[in-house]
């Protein structure tokens, strides 16, 4: 597999030198190379092939973290991936909020890249797989795929959905309880987002805070679950769905 990037920053050098190290990978396609991120939004649309960003932060015009922003409301770039490189740490997590696969500090050398370049590499081969298993299953008509690719930790970590007991969503991040873990998986996504993963699977979302496994309910009321030695409530917002699941516990 060969990944199609393009590389945007406005300082020459800095561009020139992540351009050399594109060239220098093997599995890596350099398809643009941009000094401002309004040249790299147009050729993002223009080019549907592009997969892959190498992306300064901060720019005139338009900074890296609005050029992310946009793409990702446009939703027509659903597996273009984004890499910042910037020389100001204190925009690590703005990056990730918006889904950034990893952050390159600058200044950078050939093997700092490469390892960036390499997990970027992994997420395409993972999603190639998803994608295939999915062309699979869809063609013989068996059921969905059953696991996960969600960050944690800066990486990429496949979780078994039969695995999960339930999910809870702060602010900014997930937690998922898993019966094969005693502390919770933490991932930089949304409660929605994963709720959208998980559509046609045995999961119920109960509470606005809470997403809950089906299978793993030991016990009911009308107004909770029992999960393990954990109740969660339920909230009118969505009563709707728990008031069928109830209908089958009758």
Known sequence: MRINCIAVDDEPFALSLITSYIKQTPFLHLSGEYTNGVEALKAIHEQPEIQLIFLDIRMADLSGIELA???EQTGKKKNLRIIFTTAYDQYAVEGFKVDALD????PFNFVDFSK????AYDYFIMLEHSLNTASTINN?????KNYLYLKVDYQLVKVDTGDILYIEGL???VKLFLKSQDKPLLTLTSLKGLEEKLGGLSFLRIHRSFIV?????????KNSVQIGNTTIPVTDQYKEGFTALLKNWS
């Open 103 to 106: 952050y390159l500090l600058k």
């Open 69 to 71: 922003r946009i793409v």
């Open 116 to 119: 960036a370049a390499t997990r």
């Open 171 to 173: 602010k900014d991040y």
């Open 140 to 144: 013989a008509r068996q059921p969905e």
């Open 213 to 221: 496994a089906v299978d793993q309910i030991k016990s009911v009321t």
